[in-house]
């Protein structure tokens, strides 16, 4: 691109083909070990500005940073909405624009939706297995959204898990949640009987009150709580 060019768009279609997670996981891992490490990783990352609507129970997040090892500058914008606004418009949108950060020009406009969608499940995955726990048997995800398909998608390609659960508020959702996958996905009737015995526990839902309970966990279990 030169000086003047418009910005490109990058669209959800293109997005998601060049995020494959094994090519995410890696990328992000440095990511996180720049921001660990202070002023040397490079990385300038100042605290998300969350801006609440009340009258629709939205929010407008402003992301903004810098990493000077990889000399990019961009800033993802995302709206959320606690209760759906319709059955197509997904609860979460997001847009990332990258600039050129020696001349503050707007190098492009992606899709962030995929970007949410497969970063923080990359992140919970690397999380997980940095702190994993002895075992690996059991999967737990609570929700069935955008979340829980992003987390088990790359939980089960990443870790061997022999038993996944879900659970969601609406069965009909865990329902065609678990139908959507070719392996095996146990639908269970309440939160308490996906997670005791579960090894790993994501939580995925926007439940603003909890859903989850420390006695029903088991000891040394890991849990994932967006
Ligand atoms: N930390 C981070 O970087 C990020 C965090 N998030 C968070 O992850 C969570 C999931 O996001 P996402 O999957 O995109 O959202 P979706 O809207 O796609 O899915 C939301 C899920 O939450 C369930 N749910 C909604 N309200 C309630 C409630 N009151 N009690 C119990 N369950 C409820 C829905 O259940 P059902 O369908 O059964 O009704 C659905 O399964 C959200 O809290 C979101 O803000 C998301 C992206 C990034
Ligand atoms: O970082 C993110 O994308 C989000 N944080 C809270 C909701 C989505």
């Known amino acids: 691109l030169r000086m003047n060019d418009p910005p490109v768009l990058i669209g959800a279609d ?10 995410l996981v890696p990328v992000l891992e440095k990511a ?5 490490s202070g002023k040397e990783g490079g990385v300038v990352q100042p605290l ?10 939205g929010f407008l997040g402003i992301m903004p940073a810098y990493s000077s090892t990889d000399d990019i500058l961009a800033t993802k914008l995302l709206t959320f909405y606690q209760q759906k606004t319709s059955s197509t418009i997904p609860s ?10 020696s001349n503050g020009c707007l190098k492009a406009i992606m899709d962030g939706k ?3 969608d497969k970063r923080t499940a990359a992140v919970s995955a690397i999380a997980t297995k940095f ?10 995800i609570l929700g069935s959204g955008a979340q ?13 898990f022999k ?3 879900v659970w969601s508020r609406n069965r009909k959702s865990a329902e065609a949640f678990a139908d959507s996958f070719p392996g095996d996905i146990q639908v269970c009737s309440s939160a308490k009987e996906a997670v005791v015995g579960a090894d790993v526990i994501v939580t995925v839902t926007m439940a603003t009150e909890p859903v989850l309970f420390g006695e029903w966990v088991k000891p040394g279990a890991h849990i994932n709580g967006m």
């Not at 293109?14 to 090519?23: D, G, N, P, S, T």
């Not at 998300?48 to 129970?57: A, F, G, P, Q, V």
């Open 131 to 140: 702190l994993k726990p002895t075992n690996l048997e059991v999967l737990c």
């Open 92 to 101: 979460h949108q997001a847009t990332v624009l990258l600039f050129d950060p």
């Open 148 to 160: 829980a398909y992003s987390h088990y998608e790359i939980f089960t390609e990443m870790f061997p």
């Open 114 to 116: 995929v970007i949410t």
């Open 163 to 165: 038993e996944v659960r």
């Open 48 to 57: 998300r500005t969350m801006m609440s609507l009340e009258k629709y129970s």
């Open 14 to 23: 293109v997005v998601k083909k060049a995020l494959q997670f094994e090519k």
């Open 32 to 36: 996180l070990a720049d921001v660990s």
